[in-house]
């Protein structure tokens, strides 16, 4: 596709459910992180992988966080038990390379109840 | 901890003014500092960036200075615009992990007709 591509744009979920979010990437874009921004702030990093290997989960908030891409193209972050401080706007970006400029899909905006 | 600092938080210029954002950080590690844009509703789009080893980048309207002594790095927008009324977020890559881009808090432009 042109760009990368996140769906849901919007989710609500209600406390204590689970959510996944799913990310389309860049064709051939071997590098795909996952951010989270709250109101007013600006995106954290929560998690890396190259191709299908996740390098770097440093960010992911706690262990209810879980991210894959299996097949090193389409990844889906996957939120259990869903908490009230999750609501954010989770965003995904993809590079050609470690180190190339990042490509922001334009987010899922998750609201938890 | 805030890694970067940005300010101001909000920032309001008329047509044709030369707004300037700061952000200044602390980890002499960092050696890759890009500037985003943001609309609302969009993902953050990459608009310029620069490396340490030179002090001023120029694109168009935009110019990044840097001062690597005092750890200090602003954006200039030059004739400004109302298409530029944004949030414009600066960032830093750290050379020992480069998946993991560090942002600002943000800065929400207004440019006025």
């Known amino acids: 596709g042109a760009g990368v591509s996140q769906s849901p744009r919007y989710k609500v979920a209600k406390r204590g459910q689970d959510v996944a979010l799913r990310c389309d990437p860049i064709s051939g874009h071997v590098s795909l992180f996952w951010y989270q921004q709250a109101l007013g702030q600006g995106p954290e990093f929560l998690t890396y992988?190259?191709?299908?290997?996740?390098?770097?989960k440093s960010g992911l908030p706690s262990d209810r966080f879980f991210a894959e891409r299996p097949e090193g193209s389409v990844s889906t972050l996957k939120i259990q038990r869903t908490q009230q401080e999750d609501s954010a706007v989770y965003l995904c970006?993809?590079?050609?390379?470690?180190?190339?400029?990042?490509?922001f899909g334009q987010g899922t905006r998750l609201t938890v109840v | 901890q805030q890694q970067v600092k940005q300010s101001p938080q909000s920032l309001i210029v008329q047509k044709g003014g030369i707004p300037i954002i700061n952000c200044a950080y602390e980890?002499?590690?960092?050696?890759?500092f890009p500037w985003y844009q943001q609309f609302p509703g969009k993902g953050p789009a990459l608009l310029i960036a620069?490396?340490?080893?030179?002090s001023e980048k120029k694109e168009g309207r935009f110019t990044i200075s840097f001062n690597k002594s005092a750890k200090q790095f602003s954006l200039h927008i030059m004739d400004s615009q109302p298409g530029d009324s944004a949030t414009y977020f600066c960032a830093a890559l750290p050379m020992y992990n480069t998946d993991k881009l560090i942002f600002g808090t943000g800065t929400r432009l207004q440019v006025f007709p």
């Open positions: 620069i490396r340490p080893d030179v």
């Open positions: 980890n002499t590690a960092f050696d890759y």
């Open positions: 970006a993809s590079s050609l390379a470690t180190g190339n400029e990042a490509f």
């Open positions: 992988f190259q191709n299908e290997a996740q390098l770097d």
